[in-house]
């Protein structure tokens, strides 16, 4: 996307506020203030151009056209239908109404290549959002997003109940987003982690939602990424999001967290049973939840919290960029035909792996 496309439909409020081109309001939207100068002499112009000056907007105008700008821009093409329901969702949403939440969820899941559009859609305003209300704060994050891991059986379900109870009491609004291994056959999760956590569940601070990988982790980080900014979009302030401890899940979810935790059993047997009873009476739950409050004051006054946010969205991005290119080499169709052979002949050792990826990759590149 240029950046003359992205800011066409406010090309004439930005003439009328004398800023000679949309580069040079984008630059002083990122931060950097050049001095204001008039122009030295251009070369001849087309008629009709008129010289113009340098001015520095101010921040809250910049801020207003950049957002108005790029919301325009994702809008565009639209259906009067599709802006009606993207706006019910993002007005829900933002609202704090679970049920626009739940269906936001669910758009940003789809497969649907028209539904994936309108996700991105909704996502750029919630984005707009919470960027303002981080602003208003300072610029800090009003968020605490932390990744809960353990294997099977480490009683994961049941510190979650009893410490979700405990944040709702407080004041807190807790989202819980469980990503789990799908079933093959159906596609959903299979822990089902409301089964579980039953008075949680009936909570209406709290919001459980499960994440099934659907058969690639690709698909759950994308869609658990998403959801988190969702559910702080609609007053969430702090994100659990669980896994199950047995994959690379994990490595996944800890770019995406504040602070990882690990849960682990002592030992097995009916060990375990007492580590679970002790949970539900709430021993050590008041002093883990004032050691991970330390930790984010600690991240919080440093900056470094900002800075691994930020860190963290530059990693998703290219996890992205990843995971389509491989989608598009795979199903590109001068690959397409061409891979099972390929893998057939490194199964037979007629190829090796090296020779075999750099024919495909020349095949690829051949229709580029």
Known sequence: MSLPTLLHPYQHLLNSLRVPSPRLHCILHSGRHPVSRTPSAPAAKPPGHQRTKWVLLSGGLRRALCAQATSKDHTEGLSDKEQRFVDKLYTGLVRGQRAC??????????????????????????????????????????????????????????????????????????????????????????????????????????????????GTLGGVTRTTNEAILLCEGGGYDIILIETVGVGQSEFAVADMVDMFVLLLPPAGGDELQVLRISARTGEGISEVWDAMREFQDVMLASGELTTKRQKQQKVWMWNLIQENI?????????????????????????????????????????KH
Do not use: W
């Open 326 to 366: 491989l989608h598009l080499f795979k199903t590109h169709p001068s690959t397409r035909e061409q891979i099972p052979l390929m893998e057939r002949k490194v199964l037979s050792a007629a190829l090796s792996p090296g020779l075999a990826a750099d024919l495909l990759l020349k095949a690829f590149k051949s």
């Open 101 to 214: 939440l739940a269906e936001a969820i669910t758009l940003v899941e789809s497969t649907h290549a028209r539904k994936k559009e309108l996700a991105q859609v909704l996502l750029q305003r919630v984005l707009a959002h919470h960027r303002e209300q981080e602003r208003l704060n300072q610029g800090k994050p009003l968020t605490f997003r932390v990744g809960l891991s353990g294997p099977p059986g480490a009683g994961k379900s049941t510190f979650i109940e009893y410490f979700g109870k405990m944040l709702t009491d407080r004041g807190h609004r807790l989202s819980v987003l469980a990503v789990d291994p799908s079933s093959c056959t159906s596609g959903g999760s299979l822990l089902g982690d409301k089964t579980r956590m039953t008075e949680l569940s009936r909570d209406r601070n709290a919001y459980i939602r499960p994440s099934p990988t659907s």
